[in-house]
């Protein structure tokens, strides 16, 4: 018979609990601030690993435990991170109050010196910034018992409110003497524990841990069980004011399926020890429940920028799940980076570096530097000898090599230091220097092609030319008619053209310092245009949508969410991806769409009650 009640009960609690959670909110992701700056949620300063804790919220504000990697998803723009790793902590930052409520009662005889332990465990687990309280329960003969209504002036002999003090705690329980006589008003207790810590407890983490080896009943004669309230009416309580419960019974008399109820319908958890051995840490194990969190570490795949991206955050589990969006810092190195240096040619054309064998006359190099703080300055190194400092983008150096030795190598370093570090990054490279020829020295590029060339003497033979008229004209000038005898006879003269008169150099053969490169043509940019507004958006870049104002394309309307999908360009294609729980109101054509839907001229893409056309060509 008691083997049925005892599963009938189990089958109730079930029941019950099926219930609640078909009716529960989602888990809500705590996240704590790690830092200062404009991503405070997460620790980026060793990208691309980032770091970040959180403590995922049931409906009763209490941490989730016994979560793994499995647990959490993470996804770094479109695309979903492999490499993480979650590890359960503790947070000491976490303030919390707790109320203890202690039977004293009776049955509690035998087990006193063992609780003492474990409120001496329990007050060892709390921080200065943390708080709790005491009420110990217990009904007398002489009619003593639990005043529920009263709140304020406290029993000083069994009642504590508040406090960071636990000694003063840890005193109290010390003095209690079991009478062995008393009833247990248990409901009683519990009820006016919910109302103290509703009315009192400073800290929205807060909780009431109830320990008892009973049921609610009386004791010896003139002894009475709970006067106000009953289980119901205790839960009901705990659950309006989101006041969570955890229970702990000991031995075989203690009444489970109420301390089991009134756990898993508050937000707090039940633990039964069958024997009347008390755990030393089962009391201090209820303040690490409360300040559980986790610490979680993943490799991003966004590729440095010093820009904000966004990271999705899904945490799933038996009681719910839990999203939240937070951003993130691709940071660059902590040190400068000097990615490569190039050579400006006269066309303003970059060579590299790395192209260049040899070259002469007046170089202007310009270093490509990633950095993660502001640079200090950009020196220059010729042969371990420092000849230029820039201290200003973009931290270029003329080099003016036309009195240097011909065909010797020169050692350049250019060295970036930033403001913060004060650690340099460098690149280094030898440099042949070429004979200056004229062409070297009046300032023309050593790289010269051959329509170039061709200009440059048909200007020369103009000017060659044009100077041969000159003096043919002033040769053949006619005497006025004055001077010319009339009898006589004006022959034309015949003057034979001068003989071309070329002294400039002989133009070398000019060395090659980078491969000609054809230029493509550029495709045509589709665009994104607003129905309603008649806006259009370029794609030259990655567009997000939504009611967030930071967003590139920002809607409004409750169907509109803060980050509602991305449009990105994969290869040729042009991709819209929508955030998993927002595609019921996402729609291309009137039809429903994917993850990921590949966009063709024309779609009409609804987005809450907004009509986006995208155009591939106007």
């Known amino acids: ?106 049955p509690m005889q035998g087990i006193m010196p063992q609780v003492q332990t474990a409120v001496s465990n329990l007050y060892l687990a709390l921080d200065q910034t943390d708080e709790s309280a005491v009420i110990t329960f217990a009904a007398y003969a002489d009619g003593t018992t639990i005043n529920v209504d009263k709140l304020q002036g406290l029993d000083p002999l069994r009642e504590w409110g508040f406090t960071n003090d636990e000694g003063a705690l840890q005193n109290l329980v010390n003095a209690q003497r079991i ?41 010896g004669e003139g002894t009475s069980g709970s006067l106000i309230a009953n289980e119901n009416i205790v839960i009901e309580e705990a659950r309006d004011f989101n006041v969570p419960i955890f229970t702990i019974g000991i031995g075989e008399n203690v009444d489970t399926a109420f301390l089991q109820r009134a756990a898993i319908l508050t937000g707090g958890t039940f633990n039964h020890v069958a024997s009347q051995t008390i755990p030393d840490d089962a ?175 048909l200007l020369v033979l103009v000017i060659l030319v044009l100077l041969l008229a000159a003096r043919t004209r002033v040769e053949t000038a006619v005497p006025t008619t004055e001077s010319i005898p009339k009898s006589s006879v004006l022959s034309s003269l015949d003057i034979p053209p001068p003989s071309p008169r070329y002294g400039g150099p002989i133009l070398p053969t000019i060395p090659q310092t980078e491969p000609d490169m054809p230029i493509a043509g550029t495709p045509p940019t589709p665009v994104l245009r607003n129905e309603e507004t008649n806006e259009s958006y370029s794609l030259n870049y990655d567009l997000r949508v939504g009611s967030d104002p930071n967003t590139n394309i920002r809607l409004t309307g409750d169907t509109v969410a803060e980050h509602h999908a991305i449009i990105k360009r994969e290869n040729s294609h042009y991709v819209l991806v929508v955030i998993p729980r927002h595609k019921m109101h996402t ?4 039809q429903p769409v994917p993850d990921r839907q590949i966009l063709q001229d024309g779609d009409i893409i609804h987005i809450g009650n907004h009509r986006l056309q995208f155009v591939f060509s106007q």
């Open 1 to 106: 018979m008691k083997n049925k009640l005892v599963l009938l009960t189990v089958a109730f609690v079930l029941v019950w609990v099926s219930l609640v959670n078909a009716q529960q909110e989602p888990v809500r992701l705590n996240l704590k601030q790690l830092e200062s700056d404009s991503t405070p949620f997460v620790n980026e300063q060793e990208y691309p690993q980032l770091q970040f804790e959180l403590a995922p919220l049931n409906e009763a504000n209490v941490p989730l435990s016994g979560l793994s990697n499995a647990n959490f998803t993470l996804v770094d723009g479109i695309t979903t991170l492999d490499d993480i790793n979650v590890v359960p902590i503790v947070d000491v930052d976490q303030k919390v109050s707790l109320l203890l409520v202690l039977d004293v009662s009776g």
């Open 179 to 219: 009478d062995p006589n008393a009833g247990t008003p248990l409901y009683d207790a519990v009820y006016k524990g919910v109302r103290l810590t509703t009315s009192q407890a400073a800290n929205p983490r807060r909780a009431i841990v109830l320990l008892t080896n009973g049921a609610d009943k009386s004791g």
């Open 283 to 457: 009391l201090a194990a209820v303040v690490y429940q409360l300040k559980q969190a986790y610490r979680v570490t993943a490799t991003a795949v966004t590729p440095p920028d010093n820009a904000p991206h966004p990271l999705s955050i899904t945490v799933s589990s038996s009681a719910g799940t839990g999203v939240q969006m937070v951003d993130f810092q691709a940071f660059y190195p902590a040190i400068p980076q000097i990615l490569d240096t190039q050579l400006r040619l006269a066309n303003g054309e970059l060579l590299s570096l790395e192209n260049v064998r040899s070259a002469n006359g007046t170089l202007t190099f310009v270093p490509q530097i990633v950095s993660r703080h502001p640079l200090a300055e950009v020196n220059y190194y010729v042969d371990d000898v420092q000849i230029y400092t820039a201290t200003s983008a973009p931290w270029t150096f003329t080099w003016d090599t036309t009195a240097l030795v011909a065909n010797q190598p020169y050692s350049l370093i250019v060295e970036a230091v930033d403001t913060k570090s004060q650690q340099a990054a460098r690149y280094q490279k030898q440099i042949i220097i070429a004979p200056c020829n004229l062409l070297c020295r009046v300032g023309l590029p050593s790289k010269m092609t051959p329509v170039l060339l061709a200009v440059i003497l």
């Open 587 to 590: 729609s291309i054509n009137q």
